[in-house]
Protein backbone atom coordinates (compact mmCIF):
# COMPACT_ATOMS: atom_id res chain seq x y z
CA UNK A 1 0.00 0.00 0.00
CA UNK A 2 1.50 3.41 -1.15
CA UNK A 3 2.49 6.24 1.35
CA UNK A 4 -0.08 8.29 -0.44
CA UNK A 5 -2.78 5.79 -0.62
CA UNK A 6 -2.48 5.43 3.63
CA UNK A 7 -2.44 9.21 3.85
CA UNK A 8 -5.82 9.73 1.84
CA UNK A 9 -7.48 7.12 3.87
CA UNK A 10 -6.20 8.86 6.89
CA UNK A 11 -7.42 12.26 5.47
CA UNK A 12 -10.39 10.85 4.97
CA UNK A 13 -11.41 8.97 8.74
CA UNK A 14 -10.46 12.63 9.70
CA UNK A 15 -13.05 14.53 7.69
CA UNK A 16 -15.53 11.97 8.81
CA UNK A 17 -14.53 12.53 12.28
CA UNK A 18 -15.23 16.12 12.01
CA UNK A 19 -18.28 16.06 10.26
CA UNK A 20 -19.61 13.53 12.79
CA UNK A 21 -18.44 15.94 15.51
CA UNK A 22 -19.71 18.90 14.02
CA UNK A 23 -23.32 16.93 13.65
CA UNK A 24 -23.22 16.31 17.66
CA UNK A 25 -22.11 19.84 18.47
CA UNK A 26 -25.39 20.52 16.98
CA UNK A 27 -28.17 20.57 19.32
CA UNK A 28 -31.83 19.05 18.24
CA UNK A 29 -34.08 22.04 18.10
CA UNK A 30 -36.69 21.50 20.32
CA UNK A 31 -40.20 23.04 19.09
CA UNK A 32 -41.89 24.05 22.59
CA UNK A 33 -38.40 24.91 24.62
CA UNK A 34 -39.21 28.36 25.37
CA UNK A 35 -36.37 30.27 27.64
CA UNK A 36 -38.05 32.77 30.10
CA UNK A 37 -36.20 35.59 30.80
CA UNK A 38 -33.77 34.61 28.63
CA UNK A 39 -31.37 37.99 29.32
CA UNK A 40 -30.60 36.67 32.96
CA UNK A 41 -28.30 33.88 31.33
CA UNK A 42 -24.49 34.03 31.29
CA UNK A 43 -24.91 34.28 27.39
CA UNK A 44 -27.80 35.36 26.38
CA UNK A 45 -29.67 33.71 23.53
CA UNK A 46 -26.55 31.43 22.74
CA UNK A 47 -27.29 29.36 25.88
CA UNK A 48 -30.82 28.51 24.49
CA UNK A 49 -29.72 28.12 21.20
CA UNK A 50 -26.69 25.70 22.51
CA UNK A 51 -29.75 23.42 24.44
CA UNK A 52 -31.91 23.39 21.44
CA UNK A 53 -34.67 25.95 22.06
CA UNK A 54 -36.80 27.44 19.55
CA UNK A 55 -38.20 30.16 21.65
CA UNK A 56 -36.49 33.20 23.74
CA UNK A 57 -38.27 35.75 25.95
CA UNK A 58 -36.61 39.23 26.60
CA UNK A 59 -38.48 41.97 28.45
CA UNK A 60 -37.29 45.63 27.23
CA UNK A 61 -37.85 49.14 28.05
CA UNK A 62 -37.72 52.34 25.62
CA UNK A 63 -34.42 54.37 26.95
CA UNK A 64 -34.51 57.23 24.56
CA UNK A 65 -34.44 55.82 20.18
CA UNK A 66 -33.42 52.05 22.24
CA UNK A 67 -34.93 49.35 23.33
CA UNK A 68 -33.06 48.01 25.99
CA UNK A 69 -33.20 44.40 27.88
CA UNK A 70 -33.69 43.88 31.42
CA UNK A 71 -36.91 43.42 34.38
CA UNK A 72 -36.57 46.23 36.03
CA UNK A 73 -34.96 49.58 34.83
CA UNK A 74 -32.19 49.53 37.27
CA UNK A 75 -30.23 46.61 35.43
CA UNK A 76 -30.43 48.87 31.91
CA UNK A 77 -27.27 49.13 29.94
CA UNK A 78 -26.27 50.80 26.68
CA UNK A 79 -24.67 47.80 25.88
CA UNK A 80 -27.78 45.09 26.29
CA UNK A 81 -30.28 46.23 23.71
CA UNK A 82 -32.47 43.90 21.85
CA UNK A 83 -30.40 44.35 19.01
CA UNK A 84 -27.54 43.32 20.34
CA UNK A 85 -28.08 40.70 22.28
CA UNK A 86 -31.31 39.38 19.83
CA UNK A 87 -31.55 40.32 16.51
CA UNK A 88 -28.23 40.70 15.30
CA UNK A 89 -26.66 37.73 16.45
CA UNK A 90 -29.41 35.84 14.88
CA UNK A 91 -29.15 37.74 11.42
CA UNK A 92 -26.10 36.54 11.82
CA UNK A 93 -26.42 33.19 12.47
CA UNK A 94 -29.48 33.03 9.61
CA UNK A 95 -27.09 33.93 7.06
CA UNK A 96 -24.46 31.70 8.20
CA UNK A 97 -26.80 28.95 8.23
CA UNK A 98 -28.89 28.32 4.66
CA UNK A 99 -32.09 30.78 6.01
CA UNK A 100 -32.08 29.29 9.29
CA UNK A 101 -31.57 29.01 12.92
CA UNK A 102 -30.74 25.38 13.14
CA UNK A 103 -29.48 23.12 10.28
CA UNK A 104 -32.61 20.94 10.83
CA UNK A 105 -35.73 23.37 9.59
CA UNK A 106 -37.19 24.78 12.73
CA UNK A 107 -39.17 28.00 13.49
CA UNK A 108 -37.52 30.44 16.47
CA UNK A 109 -39.54 32.92 17.93
CA UNK A 110 -38.47 36.02 19.90
CA UNK A 111 -40.68 36.86 22.38
CA UNK A 112 -40.35 40.58 23.45
CA UNK A 113 -42.02 41.78 26.81
CA UNK A 114 -42.43 45.35 26.51
CA UNK A 115 -42.64 46.80 30.49
CA UNK A 116 -43.99 50.23 29.59
CA UNK A 117 -44.53 52.83 27.26
CA UNK A 118 -46.29 49.99 24.96
CA UNK A 119 -47.35 52.32 22.21
CA UNK A 120 -44.03 54.34 22.08
CA UNK A 121 -42.05 50.99 22.16
CA UNK A 122 -43.63 50.01 19.79
CA UNK A 123 -43.27 52.50 17.25
CA UNK A 124 -39.41 52.35 17.72
CA UNK A 125 -39.25 48.25 17.62
CA UNK A 126 -41.28 48.33 14.35
CA UNK A 127 -38.78 50.31 12.79
CA UNK A 128 -36.11 48.31 14.48
CA UNK A 129 -37.52 45.20 12.46
CA UNK A 130 -37.71 46.86 9.22
CA UNK A 131 -33.93 46.41 9.32
CA UNK A 132 -34.48 43.01 9.80
CA UNK A 133 -37.37 41.99 7.27
CA UNK A 134 -35.26 39.25 5.41
CA UNK A 135 -35.52 37.01 8.32
CA UNK A 136 -38.57 38.41 10.49
CA UNK A 137 -41.95 36.68 9.45
CA UNK A 138 -44.17 39.83 8.04
CA UNK A 139 -47.71 40.15 7.13
CA UNK A 140 -48.20 42.35 4.24
CA UNK A 141 -51.84 43.81 2.22
CA UNK A 142 -53.20 41.15 4.79
CA UNK A 143 -50.97 38.10 3.53
CA UNK A 144 -48.46 35.95 6.36
CA UNK A 145 -45.21 35.73 4.93
CA UNK A 146 -43.02 33.09 7.48
CA UNK A 147 -39.43 33.86 7.70
CA UNK A 148 -36.67 31.93 10.29
CA UNK A 149 -37.37 34.57 13.34
CA UNK A 150 -41.72 35.25 14.61
CA UNK A 151 -41.34 38.43 16.62
CA UNK A 152 -44.22 38.34 19.21
CA UNK A 153 -44.84 41.29 21.59
CA UNK A 154 -46.09 40.35 25.34
CA UNK A 155 -46.42 42.74 27.91
CA UNK A 156 -47.23 46.41 27.89
CA UNK A 157 -48.81 45.46 24.33
CA UNK A 158 -50.36 48.47 21.95
CA UNK A 159 -52.83 46.52 20.11
CA UNK A 160 -54.57 49.17 18.23
CA UNK A 161 -51.06 50.20 16.83
CA UNK A 162 -49.71 46.23 15.97
CA UNK A 163 -52.96 45.95 14.51
CA UNK A 164 -53.13 48.58 12.01
CA UNK A 165 -49.57 48.42 11.30
CA UNK A 166 -49.02 47.35 7.26
CA UNK A 167 -46.13 45.67 6.75
CA UNK A 168 -46.49 44.13 10.38
CA UNK A 169 -43.67 42.73 11.63
CA UNK A 170 -44.72 40.82 15.28
CA UNK A 171 -48.14 39.46 16.35
CA UNK A 172 -49.88 40.36 19.70
CA UNK A 173 -49.33 37.51 22.96
CA UNK A 174 -53.13 37.15 23.49
CA UNK A 175 -54.87 35.93 27.21
CA UNK A 176 -57.03 33.00 27.67
CA UNK A 177 -60.20 36.08 27.94
CA UNK A 178 -58.80 35.93 24.19
CA UNK A 179 -59.71 32.44 23.41
CA UNK A 180 -62.90 33.44 21.17
CA UNK A 181 -61.47 36.34 19.92
CA UNK A 182 -61.78 36.03 16.11
CA UNK A 183 -58.48 37.84 14.86
CA UNK A 184 -56.43 36.04 12.55
CA UNK A 185 -53.90 33.54 14.33
CA UNK A 186 -50.73 35.55 12.53
CA UNK A 187 -52.13 38.86 14.79
CA UNK A 188 -52.57 36.63 17.90
CA UNK A 189 -50.80 33.56 17.17
CA UNK A 190 -50.08 33.22 20.84
CA UNK A 191 -51.90 32.48 23.93
CA UNK A 192 -50.10 33.28 27.58
CA UNK A 193 -51.61 33.63 30.51
CA UNK A 194 -50.12 33.38 34.57
CA UNK A 195 -50.65 29.07 35.41
CA UNK A 196 -51.34 30.05 38.93
CA UNK A 197 -54.56 32.01 37.58
CA UNK A 198 -55.99 28.60 36.60
CA UNK A 199 -54.92 26.02 38.09
CA UNK A 200 -54.00 24.67 41.74
CA UNK A 201 -51.92 21.79 41.07
CA UNK A 202 -48.30 22.45 40.91
CA UNK A 203 -46.79 19.14 40.44
CA UNK A 204 -47.41 17.26 43.80
CA UNK A 205 -48.93 14.11 43.37
CA UNK A 206 -51.20 13.43 39.90
CA UNK A 207 -52.66 16.23 38.22
CA UNK A 208 -56.73 16.66 38.92
CA UNK A 209 -58.73 14.85 36.25
CA UNK A 210 -60.54 18.55 36.39
CA UNK A 211 -57.45 20.34 35.84
CA UNK A 212 -56.18 18.19 33.07
CA UNK A 213 -59.30 18.65 31.56
CA UNK A 214 -59.32 22.25 31.52
CA UNK A 215 -55.45 22.56 30.00
CA UNK A 216 -56.48 20.27 27.18
CA UNK A 217 -59.60 22.58 26.23
CA UNK A 218 -57.38 25.86 26.48
CA UNK A 219 -55.01 23.91 24.33
CA UNK A 220 -57.44 22.88 21.71
CA UNK A 221 -59.44 25.89 21.36
CA UNK A 222 -56.58 27.49 20.34
CA UNK A 223 -55.02 25.13 18.31
CA UNK A 224 -58.33 25.48 16.64
CA UNK A 225 -58.05 29.08 15.81
CA UNK A 226 -54.02 28.71 14.51
CA UNK A 227 -52.69 29.77 17.93
CA UNK A 228 -49.82 28.45 19.83
CA UNK A 229 -50.19 28.27 23.48
CA UNK A 230 -48.23 29.26 26.69
CA UNK A 231 -48.08 29.77 30.81
CA UNK A 232 -45.89 31.62 32.53
CA UNK A 233 -45.12 30.72 36.60
CA UNK A 234 -45.36 27.01 36.13
CA UNK A 235 -43.58 24.62 38.42
CA UNK A 236 -40.31 24.21 37.53
CA UNK A 237 -40.42 20.06 37.60
CA UNK A 238 -40.83 17.13 35.27
CA UNK A 239 -44.26 16.27 36.75
CA UNK A 240 -45.46 19.59 35.69
CA UNK A 241 -43.34 19.57 32.26
CA UNK A 242 -45.10 16.18 31.52
CA UNK A 243 -48.43 17.16 31.88
CA UNK A 244 -47.92 20.30 29.53
CA UNK A 245 -46.05 18.38 26.74
CA UNK A 246 -49.57 15.49 26.42
CA UNK A 247 -51.43 18.03 26.70
CA UNK A 248 -49.75 19.75 23.43
CA UNK A 249 -48.67 23.18 25.31
CA UNK A 250 -46.68 24.36 22.38
CA UNK A 251 -44.23 26.65 24.35
CA UNK A 252 -42.98 24.92 28.01
CA UNK A 253 -41.19 28.17 29.69
CA UNK A 254 -37.94 27.94 32.13
CA UNK A 255 -35.17 29.01 34.09
CA UNK A 256 -33.77 25.98 33.74
CA UNK A 257 -32.34 25.55 30.12
CA UNK A 258 -30.39 21.98 30.36
CA UNK A 259 -32.40 20.33 32.33
CA UNK A 260 -35.93 21.18 30.17
CA UNK A 261 -33.75 20.21 27.24
CA UNK A 262 -33.05 16.83 29.35
CA UNK A 263 -36.45 16.32 29.94
CA UNK A 264 -37.86 17.06 26.16
CA UNK A 265 -35.05 14.79 24.79
CA UNK A 266 -36.22 12.30 26.52
CA UNK A 267 -39.79 12.73 26.78
CA UNK A 268 -42.35 10.21 24.77
CA UNK A 269 -44.03 11.42 21.87
CA UNK A 270 -47.20 13.34 22.96
CA UNK A 271 -50.31 10.88 22.23
CA UNK A 272 -52.14 11.80 19.05
CA UNK A 273 -55.56 10.44 20.25
CA UNK A 274 -55.56 12.55 23.27
Known sequence: M??????????????????????AAEPNPLSCAHAHNDYYHQ??????????????EADVFLVGDELLVGHFRRELRRDRSLESLY??????????????????????????????DGAEAYAVLDKL????????????????????LTVII?????????????????????????????A??????LISDNWNNHFKWK?????????????????DRSHAKGRKVRFWATPENSRVWAELHQAGVDLIGTDQLEKLAEYLNAAPEKDEGT
Open 2 to 23: SHHFVSLIVLGILSVTVVSQAN
Open 43 to 56: RPLFDALDQGFTSV
Open 184 to 189: PSDLLP
Open 203 to 219: GSGEMPAAEREKLKSIV
Open 87 to 116: LAPLKKRIEANAGQVYSEPARMILLVDIKE
Open 129 to 148: LTKYADIVSVTKDGEFHQKA
Open 154 to 182: SGDRAQKEIAKSNPRYAGIDGRVSDLYRE
